[in-house]
């Protein structure tokens, strides 16, 4: 079975341009996270889909941060504009099913950005 | 106060050393406690796993609860030079969010 996949691994752009992250899930997981790892920091929440829906979306640092999660499945996470403090290791993880005590999560191998 | 506080290391230890790895969390409504370990480039991997308060025992490794002190620790015996790694502590309680320490980076030196 296929584990959490995350594209791209790695992405550099520009302040102010936009960059969108994809995540596929494992396959029939209905909950999806987003985690994020700022240098020298502790990997950080982010939000938490369950199907399409926004369960939990505390940890957005601000608008500039847009996630989707389209019928269910892959999730992106877009950031339009990118500032300097957005660079880090975005991880994604998936677990089988919502509300279920403490399900396990797994992570993909995270998508490193640079924003110079 | 961060919620979850884990002494980054790093760690070096000789192989067959026993390993101990340690976070303190502040909230007590955290209600179960995982390890983590991740390799370089690499995502975070479930190690170990534990609701409550006591030993939990897989292989080489014990997770260990303390929820009157809000302490977790990690043991790992024999240890290898594969388990050269960062292992990261994570809290969760009932929303589904977990909160992570910053991880300890650890080599075993074969």
New interface residues.
Partial sequence: EAG?TQFPSHSVIEKGQTVTLRCDPISGHD?L?W?RRVMG?????LL?FVKESK??E??MPNNRFLAERTGGTYSTLKVQPAELEDSGVY?C?S?YRQGA??????????TRLLVL | Q?E?E?DPGPLSVPEGAIVSLNCTYSNSAF??FMW?RQYS??????LM?T?SSGNKEDGRFTAQVDKSSKYISLFIRDSQPSDSATY?CAI?SG?????????TKLTVNP
Avoid: C, M, W
């Fill in positions: 959490v909950n996270y985690y920091k502790e990997i950080k929440f938490h369960q939990d505390s940890g991880f993880a677990s005590f403490g399900e396990t999560q797994y992570f993909g191998p995270g | 961060k979850v884990q209600q179960y983590y480039r690499k995502g975070p991997e479930l796993y609701y990261l969760g929303s589904e969010k977990l909160v992570f320490g910053k991880g």
